[in-house]
T-cell receptor, first 117, second 110 residues
Framework: NAGVTQTPKFQVLKTGQSMTLQCAQD?????MSWYRQDPGMGLRLIHY???????DQGEVPNGYNVSRSTTEDFPLRLLSAAPSQTSVYFC????????????????FGPGTRLTVL | SQQGEEDPQALSIQEGENATMNCSYKTSINNLQWYRQNSGRGLVHLIL?????REKHSGRLRVTLDTSKKSSSLLITASRAADTASYFCATPSQGGKLIFGQGTELSVKP
């Protein structure tokens, strides 16, 4: 199993450009999510999905779109890049949490380092 | 807003010493997880403790959970230089979301 894969690993954009960060998992996980990580801010949830066709907003969704047409893929789109979106982006996947306290251990991709000039 | 907050933000110790990191959270949970992140890499799951557990061990890791104080601690015993990393606690929120704290940056000096 490849686990969670992300492409590209590095990207430089100019302000106003759009792009899509790709994320794929081969573990048949229902739950997928996108985080951004900034110095001193920890990980902040951007968007998440509990299954194909279902997405929802996290803590910092503005400026980002997602879709979930298949179980495997969860792309993140930057509509019009801004310098404030310079960050490291992580995709993660997991099973859905159980009702009796079983946790959803998340598996992370290697990250995409994005710079917006 | 952050659900989990780690303390201290940074910790520097010598090899062989124990390292203790704390996490506080705000709302009731049914489990709490700890993750590790090596520099420039994705997070890796370390251990999960359920709300009906008070203590859990995994190798050199010991996690405690005090639901009355809404806090958890991660103890790494006999630390090694390879333990140098950032450590995050994460708590579940509605819809299956995991909310991460800001992390503790651990440096273990040889």
């Amino acid at each position: 199993n490849a686990g969670v894969t992300q492409t590209p690993k590095f990207q430089v954009l100019k302000t106003g450009q759009s792009m899509t960060l790709q994320c794929a998992q081969d573990m048949n996980h229902e739950y997928m999510s996108w985080y951004r990580q900034d110095p001193g801010m920890g990980l902040r949830l951007i968007h998440y999905s509990v299954g194909a066709g279902i997405t929802d907003q996290g803590e910092v969704p503005n400026g980002y779109n997602v879709s979930r047409s298949t179980t495997e893929d969860f792309p993140l789109r930057l509509l019009s890049a801004a310098p404030s979106q310079t960050s490291v982006y992580f995709c993660a996947s997991s099973r859905l949490p159980g009702l009796a306290g079983e946790g959803n251990e998340q598996f992370f991709g290697p990250g995409t380092r994005l710079t917006v000039l | 807003s952050q659900q989990g907050e780690e303390d201290p933000q940074a910790l520097s110790i010598q090899e062989g010493e124990n390292a203790t990191m704390n996490c506080s959270y705000k709302t009731s949970i049914n489990n709490l997880q700890w993750y590790r992140q090596n520099s420039g890499r994705g997070l890796v799951h370390l251990i999960l403790i359920r709300s009906n557990e008070r203590e859990k061990h995994s190798g050199r890791l010991r996690v405690t959970l005090d639901t009355s104080k809404k806090s958890s601690s991660l103890l790494i015993t006999a630390s090694r230089a390879a333990d140098t990393a950032s450590y995050f606690c994460a708590t579940p929120s509605q819809g299956g979301k995991l909310i991460f704290g800001q992390g503790t940056e651990l440096s273990v000096k040889p």
